[in-house]
């Protein structure tokens, strides 16, 4: 079965960084989209971005643009979320996700790492 890992996350404080990894497992991800969604206390689960299999293309929430850059490394199996300029909102936990395109995503998910992010 289809497994991904999520690490990376932690306590940090505001303006600092953190980079998120997902390491797939289990089948086959040529031609796959892999993203991230994350989810706050309280509130419901939210795109964050998405990469194509090639990476050529990306996507994101307009939350997040110009702070997070997604990334992938095929030979790996892994998709990284670098996240700069982190905000107090950005405290949630983060899932990795695959789907067939950019905008079909969630045939499956991680565990969830949690970010979270301290004045």
């Known amino acids: 079965q289809v497994q991904l890992v999520e690490s990376g996350g932690g306590l940090v404080q505001a303006g600092g960084s953190l980079r998120l990894s997902c390491a797939a497992s289990?089948?086959?991800?040529?031609?796959?989209?892999m993203g991230w969604f994350r989810q706050a206390p309280g509130k419901e689960r939210e795109f964050v971005a998405v990469?194509?299999?090639?990476?050529?293309?990306?996507r994101y929430a307009d939350s997040v643009k110009g702070r997070f850059t997604i990334s992938r490394d095929n030979a790996k199996n892994t998709v990284y979320l670098q996240m700069n300029s982190l905000k107090l909102e950005d405290t949630a936990v983060y899932y990795c996700?695959?789907?067939?395109?950019?905008?079909?995503?969630?045939?499956?998910w991680g565990q969830g790492t949690q970010v979270t992010v301290s004045s």
């Open positions: 996700t695959t789907g067939t395109t950019l905008y079909q995503l969630g045939d499956a």
């Open positions: 990469i194509s299999w090639s990476g050529v293309s990306t």
């Open positions: 289990g089948r086959t991800f040529t031609g796959y989209a």
